[in-house]
């Protein structure tokens, strides 16, 4: 795994004795990890623990103060690195559930057109023809299209969970228990407008009690005129508003 080498390339920093060289090297590694984690989509609270943990003084007087300051910062960020290396699956911290859901979702449409539209090998056996009659017609068919790309790093998760509002019951397509994660689903039908469409979800974003809302839109109408705007507006932030809400589009190019 990539961590383990960046892990292994820390413990071999621990050797250097010329403070000049060891900064240089540190300094560089440092860069790498950050990028490295940038890439994978941390959130900015594990970046920020990581910088903590990177920080080490520069004594101008004493070069070995200077080293063992490194070494220090050194030691706890390969530390830090172990402990999110022997997370087990099921311990996954919620910051990092909550990027795997989202990057399942924004990629969703990479593997519709993968499966459905890209053209077949010729000695693929499926055939064009086939593909199409299991294309996604509703809400239901995306729901199980949409289900099986989660459950394999969610293996807990559930479809149709009722969930009690405080007055009437409302039906998630899709929670992950564990994280308290909704995943709600909706496509777009002939005759609905983009107005239906945004009452809809404002009142299950409503209604919901999940701190944590997905709403994933398979606009096959292509309703949405400014996908942009349209996802901004139901955008909310869990410090600011108590709940943690993204609204992704799936438009059929």
Known sequence: MVIEERIREAENLLDIQDVG????????????????????AF????????????HYTENEYS?????????????????FLQDMENVEPHEVPKDIAIMLVHRILIHFQTFYQLLFECPLHKKCTWKKEAL????????????????ASLLPTFPTGRQEVDSDNGYSGMRADIYLDEYD?????????????????????????????????????YDKYGIIKNKEAFTNSFARNRQRDGKLIKAIIFQKL
């Open 21 to 40: 060289s060891l900064k240089n090297e540190y300094n560089t590694w440092c860069a790498n990890i950050r990028r490295l984690l940038q890439a994978n």
């Open 43 to 54: 959130s900015e609270e594990k970046l920020n623990e990581i910088r903590v943990k990177m």
């Open 63 to 79: 070069n070995e103060d200077t080293r063992k300051s490194i070494l220090k910062a050194l030691q706890d960020t390969i530390r």
């Open 132 to 147: 199409q009659e299991i294309q996604i017609r509703n809400e239901y068919d995306l729901q199980r299209r949409v289900y």
């Open 181 to 217: 994660i909704i995943v709600e689903l909706k496509c777009t039908h002939a005759g609905m407008t983009e107005k239906r469409l945004t009452e809809e979800i404002g009142a299950d974003a409503f209604h919901y009690k999940a701190d944590t809302i997905f709403f994933f839109v």
